[in-house]
């Protein structure tokens, strides 16, 4: 069993690794971890939830982080729906952990994909689209966001993934 202190610092670390690395991509590539298509590198850090609960706190917190310095921030509702999506996609993640097809755990894989493609899908129609609230709006924002999560939780999450489990990490 690890210390509090220690399962602090892990969620801190992932907390500033993701906030950097976010950052650093709309630094790098303006747009590319904020607009309705993101391909957020750090998104990979979510698999961290898979192994440890710690993951939960610091990929909420480094969502919160990136999302404040975003191009969004203009809108400072994004900082707390983005990171709520990001809240429930790790507890997901870290609840369905188990729950695997052939050794992979495909559902925990999914949540990052499904939550962002609801819940930021749903903020990109309601808020940032001009006119009434339509369903076809959400579910084509939806599908955007969804694709750019889908690309890089299957791809590099799932490296990472294996990586990880490979070197049997004590996390």
């Avoid at 971890?33 to 192994?51: D, T, Y």
């Avoid at 889908?150 to 004590?170: D, E, N, Q, S």
């Amino acid at each position: 069993m690890k210390s509090k202190n220690y399962r602090i610092a892990y969620g801190a670390v992932i907390a500033a690794v993701y906030a950097v690395l976010t950052c650093l991509q709309n630094l790098l590539v303006p747009g590319s971890a904020s607009m309705a298509v993101q391909f957020r590198v750090s998104e990979i850090l979510n698999v961290m939830a898979i192994f440890t609960p710690s993951a939960i706190p610091g990929l909420t917190l480094g969502c919160l982080i990136s999302n404040a310095f975003s191009a969004a921030s203009g809108f400072p509702l994004d900082i707390i729906i983005g990171s709520a999506a990001t809240l429930g996609s790790a507890v997901c993640m870290y609840l369905f952990r188990n729950v695997k097809i052939r050794d992979f755990p495909l559902i925990s894989m999914l949540m990052p994909i499904l939550w962002n493609g609801f819940i930021v899908g749903w903020e990109i129609e309601y808020f940032f689209v001009e006119g009434p609230f339509e369903w076809v709006g959400f579910l084509t924002s939806g599908a955007f966001v969804a694709l750019g999560e889908a690309v890089v939780m299957l791809i590099p999450g799932t490296a990472l993934y294996y990586a990880v489990r490979k070197r049997k990490m004590k996390l």
